[in-house]
């Protein structure tokens, strides 16, 4: 063999006497997996870069809480066991890499306006879909008479007819 098989690049004699380079270290995950609690860990974040992954488990770490970091693609998985799951996803919002969870008693944005959750793009009242997103605000609206899907700017059903109130 003249050339790596994988990259194509040419290869080297070995010289006599030269020593072989030490075996890499074990990958990062298997020596993890060893340090980590047992118990069942469930995916908290996905989709998160190193640089932030870094930054989050060193608070996770800092407030005793055992975290899994799994590669995903190109980016990093992230899972606690249940019994932390609240207190790591409470860091998770806190650094925003989770969403806080709305307010189950606020009005919807798409009932009362405001901000899209996904792209911030301003919602008027009664929107069920956001314009610049596409994101669904809420059920589609019915007619009463027929249960033909409505737009909010109809006065009457486009099927049928009937008044929209």
Do not use: N, W
Request: hydrophobic content about 35%; some cysteine.
């Amino acid at each position: 063999m003249t050339e790596c098989l994988d990259c194509g690049t040419a290869l080297q004699d070995k010289v006599a006497g030269a020593s072989m380079p030490e075996a890499p270290p074990p990958p990062a995950d298997s020596m993890q997996e060893s340090s980590l609690p047992p118990g069942d860990y469930h995916v908290i974040a996905t989709g998160v870069s190193a640089q932030v992954a870094e930054s989050l488990v060193q608070r996770f770490v800092s407030a005793g809480i055992p975290v899994r970091v799994d590669p995903a693609g190109y980016h990093l998985r992230l899972s606690a066991r249940d019994e932390e799951r609240a207190a790591a996803v409470a860091i998770l919002e806190s650094e925003g890499v989770l969403a806080a969870a709305p307010d189950p008693g606020a009005p919807a944005v798409g009932a009362e306006g405001g901000p899209c959750p996904a792209c911030g793009h301003p919602i008027p009242p009664g929107t069920r879909e956001c314009g610049e997103c596409g994101l669904q605000l809420g059920d589609a609206a019915a007619c009463p008479s027929c249960d033909v899907e409505v737009s909010p700017d109809d006065t009457t059903c486009p099927a049928c007819g009937s008044p929209l109130a």
